[in-house]
């Protein structure tokens, strides 16, 4: 694949590692290749890190596909997580060895990211591994094990307690999605799992949710201007109309995470849920998420959120499997979460 670097060594410029490899065509279409790049075509950052594994995530896929609301220009290196082993860091923050995590900020938009051997990054972007936490647990959750727990804070800090009732977890079968059904029933909640894929049911039941939904099922309800009450609480990874079809079928009070657009980023919407029902719609953000809050919220992934099967909730897959995958992810077929080992 690449010449192989000496790791008792810090990498010199000139070594080479292996680095997914996102190109514009004449036709500007995309095209996804695995290819040699050089320690010096990395940015001039403080940290630089063998990263070991990398995981992908929604955003991933729209960045190798050529969207220019996550990626800019292109030739580009995609991979907004990142978790190995510090080489050399010229801030004085880390020092060689040391296990981090990276995730967001600009990682894998319009900085070289987190699929390839190596990254070059910002010290204030660098979490160091909690203790009971590996690298290859850390990318399992990624970002989207990070965005679920903020999304499950969120519900907390507005109140959700497991007796109100069901929390709905849209977009089930994806990584945020599979990521807060685990935590919200580790948690004690009664959790129901919207899918586009029913075929999925017995995956989402082993995580933990207790009824399985149609997404289809939610269609009929986006014209009607309120719902019947149906959850107590809901994580939203969709967007678009089904972002508000959950917010009108909260019960009295109830709250819904907003954390996606995999469906859509707009949506219609009217006040009644909010001011006959008094539910709540949270934003999630955990891309320019401070650093401080970070590191709290990697603490509760390593301690009482880490669900008990996290270690068999990713799919391992290659490097040079990335283009099949992120392909996948794209056209809505993702399954879970996927590791990628470096
Ligand atoms: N706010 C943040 O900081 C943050 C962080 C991470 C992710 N996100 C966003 O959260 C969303 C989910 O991310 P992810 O990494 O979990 O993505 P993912 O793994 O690709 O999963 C998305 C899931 O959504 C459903 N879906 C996909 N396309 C759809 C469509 N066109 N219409 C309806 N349903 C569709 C599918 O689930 P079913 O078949 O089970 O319905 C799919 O598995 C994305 O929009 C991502 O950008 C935001």
Known sequence: MTDSIDLAEIPTMTDKFAALLVTETSDNSFEQNVVNKSISDLPANDVLIRVEYSSLNFKDALSATGNRGVTKSFPHTPGIDAAGLVEEDSSGTFKKGDSVIVTGYDLGMNTSGGLAQYIRVPADWVIACPQQLSAR???????????????????LMAGAKPEDGDVAVSGATGGVGTMAIAMLAKLGFKVAA??????????????????VIDRASLDDLAAKPMAKPQWAHAVDTLGGDYLFTLVK???????????????????????????IRNVNLLGVDSVELPIEEKRKVWNQLADNFKPDQLGSMAEEITLEQTPQYLNQIINGHALGRYLVKL
């Not at 899918?195 to 989402?204: H, Q, S």
């Open 194 to 211: 919207i899918t586009g894929k029913l075929e999925a049911n017995e995956t989402l039941t082993g995580l933990g949710a207790s009824k």
């Open 249 to 275: 079928s909260l019960q009295y009070g109830g709250s819904v995470a907003a954390c996606g657009l995999a469906s859509a980023p707009n949506f219609k919407a009217n006040v009644y849920p909010f001011i």
């Open 137 to 155: 647990e850390s990318m399992i959750y990624g970002t989207a094990g990070l965005t679920a727990v903020l999304c499950v804070n969120k519900l």
